[in-house]
């Protein structure tokens, strides 16, 4: 079998339904429906399956006597994630075969067996896109969110994260980030008072800010541990440590900075939020019209509580607050882990391309306007790189290049945005480029 993609990060010990902190609307797509902030809903068992449905539900647990038990419980994962995709949705959105691919995904990241998510995960890739994305989405949202019984009670826990961006002189300390206790503890009040979370619900926020580093580092089991250790926490005085949450705080990589240098740097908040999944503050109206004024009224309570939480942050992170402090912020959207981690780590690679290639036009002497971009995406060492090369008539003019994951078709039309932004009017897709930056196989992008 293909050898899985891995989370970045140093080796680590295995540690450790939607309901989002605030999250912009969820996009139609062919995966499963990204739930918004809030319980997860009550799902409707699915309709009578289609005798070609029934045939790919039969592949998908065809037992094959070559395989063995690992295998077989990986081609098993593969196939019915396949099946289920190839579905069309009922008219409340759900697969035939959905129910029991979450049911597989739940109970493989309750055995902690990141091996056969990360297999299949891998081989969809390749073999099956739409697959592979239906797949990916039930693995995200089968870590970021629990739902479990305590006493009579349902009760939901999700692990969410608020990506930030810093811009300092010299660089964010981590042993000075989040060391004044008291405006830590105002942070943490400050998500429920802004309204971001419901006031009915517990929201805890890791006394710790995680560097990239860390959270790429976490595979999708130890992410599920984690939202179990901060549940059990939540509902049991007795319990007295969170294994799988202090493994999570690896420390960040050492600082290249120069005391003068200007940084600009990714952080994370990570919390969680344990309520009702019957709390109506997540409940999203059913009326197109209405559930579109739901997200825009979260999206804006996030806007007003990251310009008012600013100079907090700044005293968080330098230890000052305002001009003194040095420290530039802007916050990006709360989401759950996954959806923010991918979030953070796109905008942070789409500024770091954008400077990358501005430096080469400058050092090239060239306009914006007078170069063509070309854009490749290429697979090497089971990673996807995004290769970025501008050109005019004559030779490269700036290049940049870097490790992409998620939606590749997204990352591609964001990156064809984020390169028109600096003037570049001509944007091309490539199958990669020579060794004098020609590309190979030019073509015009596909519509979006």
Not at 106 to 135: I, M
Request: aromatic fraction near 6%.
């Amino acid at each position: 079998m293909n050898q899985a993609k891995r989370p970045s990060g140093k080796p680590h010990s295995p540690g450790p339904k939607k309901a989002a902190p605030g999250h912009a609307k969820p996009a139609a797509k062919a995966g499963p429906k990204p739930a918004p902030a809030g319980p997860a809903r009550d799902k409707p068992k699915t309709h009578v399956s289609t005798e070609a449905a029934r045939r790919r539900q039969h592949q998908a647990h065809a037992a094959s006597q070559s395989l063995d038990e690992d295998e077989l419980r990986v081609q098993q994962m593969v196939a019915l994630a396949s099946a289920v995709a190839a579905d069309a949705p009922d008219r409340a959105g759900r697969r035939v075969g959905q129910d029991e691919l979450e049911r597989m995904v739940r109970n493989t990241l309750r055995e902690r067996d990141d091996d056969t998510l990360y297999e299949a995960l891998e081989q969809l890739r390749y073999d099956d896109p739409r697959g592979h994305g239906f797949l990916r989405e039930v693995v995200e949202e089968g870590a970021d969110i629990i739902v479990l019984r305590r006493g009579e009670k349902e009760l939901e826990i999700n692990a969410f994260l608020i990506p930030l961006l810093a811009r300092t002189r010299g660089g964010l300390r981590e042993e000075q980030a989040l060391a004044d206790g008291d405006a830590f503890d105002t942070l943490r009040e400050s998500i429920q008072k802004a309204g971001l979370e419901s006031p009915k619900a517990r929201v805890v926020l890791v006394h710790h800010l995680y560097h990239p580093e860390e959270i790429n580092a976490l595979s999708f089991s130890e992410v599920e541990a984690m939202n179990r250790d901060a549940f059990a926490s939540l509902t049991d005085k007795k319990i007295l440590s969170v294994p799988a949450i202090e493994r999570s705080m690896r420390g960040w990589p050492a600082s290249h900075f120069a005391p003068d240098d200007e940084a600009l740097e990714l952080r994370f908040l990570l919390g969680f939020s344990l309520k009702d999944v019957d709390d109506p503050f997540y409940a999203i109206p059913q009326e197109e019209a209405a559930a579109d004024a739901y997200f825009e009224a979260r999206a804006q309570r996030f806007r007003q509580w990251s310009e008012e939480i600013t100079p907090l942050m700044q005293q968080c992170l330098t230890g000052q607050s305002g001009e003194v402090a040095q420290c530039q912020l802007h916050f990006l959207y709360q989401d759950l882990f996954h959806g923010a981690k991918h979030t953070g780590n796109g905008e942070y690679r789409t500024l770091q391309m954008l400077s990358e290639l501005e430096a080469g036009l400058a050092q090239s002497g060239a306009q914006a306007t007078e170069a063509s971009a070309f854009l490749a995406l290429v697979d090497e060492d089971d990673e996807t790189t995004l290769q970025v090369v501008l050109r005019n008539a004559q030779a490269t003019l700036a290049r940049s290049e870097h490790l992409v994951e998620g939606d590749l078709q997204a990352v591609l039309f964001d990156a064809a945005d984020a390169v028109a932004s600096l003037g570049v009017t001509a944007v091309r897709l490539a199958d990669g480029f020579d060794a004098d930056g020609q590309p190979l196989r030019a073509r015009d992008l596909p519509a979006a």
